[in-house]
């Protein structure tokens, strides 16, 4: 029996002429686990909240939606919120309560369950998921990842049957964010919860899923189960939908496409070892190994005569006196015009790193160099003046009514002579014209991302520091990040990216380091650091490693 | 946070703080303001080992120092005058009114420090939330919203401290930045209080009546110790508006009296009550221990 029949819905906010959503034609069976992907801006989110009576947007509906044979808009209140649970994007701002047990007890307190009832589904829960230890926490204290899954625990303290989930790991790191999907995987298949997820991390989801829905500008683009729906982006190639599919089912269909048939197509990295097993792969393909092998030499070697732009000598850092070591003996050399990601786990002091080289916090010991220069008692402004710091979150960077007004504000605030001839190259540098009369907000992430950015290159930093530029961001805003950085890599800024993400480490940054327990324990160009490692390192390297030596990434195969 | 005499039923705890807090003020004797501040200091040594003392002892000593010596520079009753202080007398009497003053606030503060300790956000909710669900609720959240609101403070601050490439500030341009700063802030918190919204319809708010998932049983040995401390901490009321616990400072200095009567066992009782929970279980953790 069909859960939800979607006939030709379409859907316009209020006081807007074009559609959101167009002509959607969906079925989605009991115990179905549907990815909803397509670029921002494409209708994901709204066709997921109009899957929920509660949270359903203003505006002109039309077609048909059918919620267990009956019109979803006639489904009862209680019903609704019981039966169909949805977590959000944003791990914080979805959580109400003050400790993760009140926060787990709100949505059953609301529809007047009495407390027995309560505690002994929170009792079931609580052990479903695995929360017994910071049960009684303040929510605060939760890492992000705990966060989203306390949101997940708790929409389904009420045992629901759909979970629509809106980009729930845009904000969590890879650790946290494989373990929430499989998660969601143990729900769809120990319970036979419904699920509809929208997502960017499509490597890690395409596997777990059974259906496909791809959308672009409010329309289905493809539709399908995943292999399927692979198969027919393949077939038309330089589709914009190419750089959603997991890399492995790039690679094999970059490589012999017309080969592959449906079933055969790998989605993981051991289905794809398999393939390459039958195909013999190892013969066919060059490698770029020479030119690799050189660069191994040119990093290793300390005869490196240009002198450091910034460099960190023996940082050690905690943030109270009874507090762990955030960073232990942290050394750490950057020249002009490098482009250098340190890579690393939640907590293991990335950002922490990045205050500290800001002058944002003081190293107990150590010191940090600028051009040779110690930077003693830094004087904030002074060094500042030099570095641009751009952090995870750009919304943090607004306070006008719109990105033209912001853009001002920070330019007459840098008394810049030049203000409109820099404001200018700003706009054209990032492409966001079309935005400037838009309110900072209602802009997507990517573009507030690049409004940010702008803002912090108008001075025209020496130094350029990212903190987690790529979370969030779908892959096509990612190639744009790409781009715009290596405009300014080559107009001879340098750049530190702290980051966790090894795709776009491998194919980006110029070097990397690893940075684990306080410490750099590995720093190399990417190519070496990501075939020397095992566990942390490119999808394409785990499964292709071995038999083509020196290749990372999907443009390192394409050369045959 | 659950176990001696946090384990007590929140109405229990409650009522004894209430009683706490109102008893320094009622008598006005050296010994009972000493007792009481005795039992307070133990009390707080008991539930965190003194760690909350210990964070806040500099004002405390602070507040009773600036008490003990402001009192008897302005207050010039009493009849025994100790010496002129810039042609002002300073009365022996006054000079101990401000020690008894000084002993008054120190018990009250350090109840409250207790108190906080002892009787959560939760357990106040708790004992008020079948009486206003509503209200209560909305006290959680406005409660979650200090602190929120207060790191989300920092991090703007210090990401606008970070953006790069300011000069130094006058006055004003900082009071400006200051301005724009809490401008991000409300901004900020806006948008994300929408989102809280939805998620709170998308779970059932609003729906129907609210129920609260607490409970704290209310247990037999709750019945008996309610009862004692009804009985103690009622005595101790009623003897101070029977004249108890009162000790003349003006004009001139009363005579002490006996000191050990019922009324004075009544309040000892009464005070010793959480002292003696809490005890009894340091010891029996301790013989526990100790035999392993």
């Known amino acids: 029996m069909a859960l939800y029949q979607i006939q030709n819905l379409s859907f316009a906010y209020a006081q807007r002429q074009e559609n959101v959503l167009q002509e959607i034609c969906l079925q989605i069976d009991e115990g179905d686990f549907l990815l909803v992907c397509g670029p921002t801006g494409s209708g994901k989110t709204t066709l997921l909240r109009l899957l929920k009576p509660e949270v359903q947007p203003a505006g002109e509906q039309s077609g048909s939606l059918l919620y267990d044979g009956n019109l979803l808009k006639d489904l009862e209140g209680r019903k609704g919120a019981e039966e169909i649970a949805m977590v959000f994007q944003s791990p914080d701002d979805q959580i109400v309560m003050d400790t993760v047990w009140q926060e787990l007890a709100f949505a059953m307190e609301n529809l007047g369950y009495s407390p027995q009832t309560i505690q002994r589904r929170m009792g079931e829960v609580v052990n479903y998921f695995g929360i017994e230890s910071y049960l009684h926490k303040p929510v605060f204290q939760l890492s992000g990842g705990q966060k989203q899954l306390l949101n997940l625990a708790s929409v389904m303290m009420l045992r629901p049957k759909v979970l629509l989930l809106d980009e729930p790991t845009a904000q969590l790191d890879p650790v946290a964010a494989r373990e929430f999907l499989q998660t969601v995987h143990r729900v769809n298949q120990e319970l036979s919860t419904t699920v509809i997820i929208s997502e960017h991390r499509l490597e890690e989801v395409f596997p777990l899923v059974n259906g496909v829905l791809m959308l672009s500008h409010g329309k289905t683009a493809y539709q399908g189960p995943p292999r399927k729906v692979i198969r027919q982006v393949w077939s038309r190639q330089k589709d914009c939908f190419w750089h959603y599919l997991p890399a492995v089912s790039r690679l094999c269909l970059s490589l012999n496409g017309n080969d592959v048939n449906e079933e055969s197509l790998p989605l993981t990295v051991r289905e794809t070892r398999v393939w390459a097993e039958e195909k013999k792969l190892k013969k066919k393909v060059s490698t770029p190994v020479g030119e690799w092998e050189q660069k191994k030499e040119l990093v290793s070697g300390k005869t490196g005569s240009s002198p450091d732009l910034l460099a960190c000598r023996d940082l050690y850092f905690q943030y109270g006196k009874d507090q762990p070591l955030v960073l232990k003996k942290l050394s750490l050399r950057l020249k002009k015009g490098d482009f250098f990601a340190v890579l690393g786990g939640n907590g293991s002091g990335k950002t922490t790193l990045l205050k500290a080289i800001t002058g944002l916090i003081k190293p107990q010991r150590g010191s940090v160099l600028w051009q040779g220069q110690k930077l003693k008692n830094p004087d904030l402004s002074e060094i500042s003046s030099r570095m641009g710091y751009l952090a995870q979150n750009p919304t943090l960077y607004f306070s006008c009514d719109t990105v033209e007004g912001q853009l001002a504000k920070r330019a007459e605030e840098l008394s810049l002579e030049v203000k409109g001839e820099r404001m200018e190259q700003a706009i054209d540098l990032f492409g966001i014209r079309e935005i400037l009369s838009k309110h900072p907000y209602d802009i997507s992430g990517g573009q507030q991302q690049k409004v940010a950015l702008a803002l912090v290159l108008l001075s025209d930093p020496e130094l350029l520091l990212l903190d987690e530029p790529t979370k969030g961001l779908d892959p096509l805003w990612k190639l744009q990040l790409a781009e715009m950085l290596s405009k300014l890599l080559e107009q001879g800024s340098t750049i530190l990216m702290v980051s966790h993400d090894l795709e776009f480490t491998a194919r980006y940054a110029g070097k990397c380091a690893l940075l684990f327990d306080g410490q750099i324990v590995a720093a190399d160009y990417p190519r070496n650091f990501f075939c020397d490692n095992y566990f942390y390192t490119t999808v394409i390297q785990r499964a292709l490693g071995d038999r083509l030596p020196g290749v990372i990434g999907l443009e390192d195969v394409n050369l045959c | ?292």
């Not at chain 2, 209560?136 to 409660?143: K, R, S, Y």
């Not at chain 2, 309040?267 to 526990?288: D, R, S």
Request: charged residues 10%.
């Open chain 2, 1 to 292: 946070m659950s176990s001696g005499f946090s384990s007590l039923h929140p109405a229990l705890t409650f009522t004894y703080f209430v009683v706490i807090i109102v008893l320094p003020m009622l008598f006005m004797h050296p010994v009972y303001l000493s007792s009481i501040l005795l039992a307070t200091v133990i009390l707080n040594i008991l539930l965190d080992k003194g760690e909350g003392l210990l964070k806040n002892i500099k004002f405390y000593l602070l507040m009773a120092g600036v008490i003990m010596v402001f009192n008897p520079l302005f207050n010039q009753q009493g009849s025994t005058t100790l010496f002129y202080f810039r042609d002002r007398p300073v009365t022996l009497e006054a000079s101990l009114y401000g020690v008894l003053f000084a002993l008054l606030m120190l018990s009250i503060l350090l109840a409250f420090l207790a108190y906080t300790r002892v009787v959560t956000a939760n357990r106040f909710l708790f004992l008020f939330a079948s009486a206003a669900p509503k209200t209560a609720f909305n006290i959680t959240v406005v409660l979650r919203f200090i602190p929120l609101m207060k790191r989300r403070l920092q991090e703007i601050t210090s990401v606008q401290q970070a953006i790069g490439g300011k000069p130094s500030k006058s006055t004003s341009q900082k009071a400006r930045e200051g301005m724009e700063i809490l401008n991000i802030l409300v901004t900020w918190s806006l948008e994300a209080a929408l989102q809280t919204a939805i998620s709170m319809r998308a779970r059932g708010y609003g729906l129907g009546k609210r129920s609260s998932a607490v409970i704290y049983p209310f247990e037999n040995r709750d019945f008996y110790w309610l009862v004692f401390l009804c009985l103690t901490g009622g005595a101790s009321m009623l003897g101070a508006f029977l004249g108890h616990g009162q000790y003349q400072v003006y004009p001139s200095l009363g005579s002490f009296g006996p000191v050990i009567s019922w009324h004075y066992l009544t309040v000892l009782l009464f005070l010793a009550t959480p002292i003696y929970i809490e005890g009894k279980e340091l010891l029996q953790w301790h013989f526990i221990r100790s035999k392993i």
